[in-house]
């Protein structure tokens, strides 16, 4: 993610009630895992 695309997420976020701690860690969760490990829509 670059510095504004972060920014813009993190203003999203927080109108919608969301902590800075649980921005941080949904932030910190996108930069740390690769994308070929997501198992979304896996049941």
Known sequence: ???KEVV???RK???KGMSSDE???IIEYI???DPKE???GKS
Do not use: S
């Open 1 to 3: 993610m670059t510095g």
């Open 8 to 10: 813009n997420l993190i």
């Open 13 to 15: 976020l927080k109108e």
């Open 23 to 25: 921005i941080l860690e």
């Open 31 to 33: 930069e740390t895992h």
């Open 38 to 40: 997501q198992e979304w």
